[in-house]
DNA sequence: TTCTTTATTGACTCGTCAATCAATAAAAAG
DNA sequence: CTTTTTATTGATTGACGAGTCAATAAAGAA
């Protein structure tokens, strides 16, 4: 029964599946035959859709990297001042959405194909980008100077508690993550980094 | 010409091919006869010796933590005083040895391993436990009873920035990530983050 | 010298998986 | 009503790779 315009929905399906199996299987070692599974199709649909294996994982990667944008996005809309954008700037990093085990399993596989393709790899630059960026608009005024190494301190330590996170088989608590880097925020503010 | 006693130069030859072959890949999707090949023998025998594809995996990995645990140890040797020592956990971090694009693609690769075998994961958390009781050491004689909270953002940023160097396409400056864990250091120690 | 142990490999089995293709079906266009 | 376009899949192909095994060879032991 083929109703028109099921393309964006097939891939949608695809690429949350994608996601999903990784998470499941904790790496990269899915096939297109178990995520197209999950979706409810054949693998032949998804490569009809999508062309071959690395276009579904780079469409799973743009599609996680895009929440995330979103995410920051939002905090960034409902705060006011310098102070308060830097923090939810860490919040929204340590959102649920992204913290979820599945989520956190799938940007690490996607660091591993950051080593081997292109564009994966150009994806990644572009999301460490913005985040320095990012922070970089909002410390500049608060501390001048300083904010080059603030941002790249701020910047390792969120990258570094979500990788520990991916690590943790406990679904532990991002409340920590994230009073941590405040933490950090707290003392790059008062300047005792120089 | 089957000298005696070769299973220990076979094991060595097989573990250094892994980590060689696993950077060059990029990932762990390394074959046992590549890796074999590269060792210098046939892939039959890298089975008879380690069993299976993943004990070899293992052993690389034992392999590199125990470098690790080396650089660490003869870094510690030398250093006087709780801040020396401190200064020197964080630079045997990132000392040439562990800083190779090889031996980083290696680690990462070990934790998107680590999800899903239970040995690796516990050796991840071996090695994530001794550098928190390292750093632990060193830091509440000096802090008392904020080191906790230190340790944890110490610890977190070295990983972080270990992760970048992983992700970094030219063979950049250890001594920058260094600066930055040193600079972090610093903040801690002056009591700036609580 | 004969037997056992260690070293070593080529050839083979078995399974898996990405990708292709021909075939089917239903909507829409003409 | 015919043709084209979109949706969909089962079956198949072709490659690759982990693990096994029988066979060969050289030491050392008896």
Redesign the pocket.
Known sequence: ???????P??RAALVKATIDEIGAAGNL????????KRA?????????????????FLAAMRHTLSVYGAEVRAALMTATGHRARLEAIIGASFASSNFQPDVIATWLNFYVLAQTSTDAHHLLVVYQRRLRSNLMYDLQPLIGQRAEGAAARIAGLIDGLYLRQGLARDVADQSDATAQVLALLDAELQGRAQ
Chains 1, 2 share one sequence.
């Open positions: 029964m083929p109703k028109l315009g099921m393309e929905i097939r070692d899915v096939t297109v035959s178990s995520i197209a409810g199709m054949s693998s032949a649909l998804a490569h009809h859709y999508f062309g071959g294996k690395d276009q579904i």
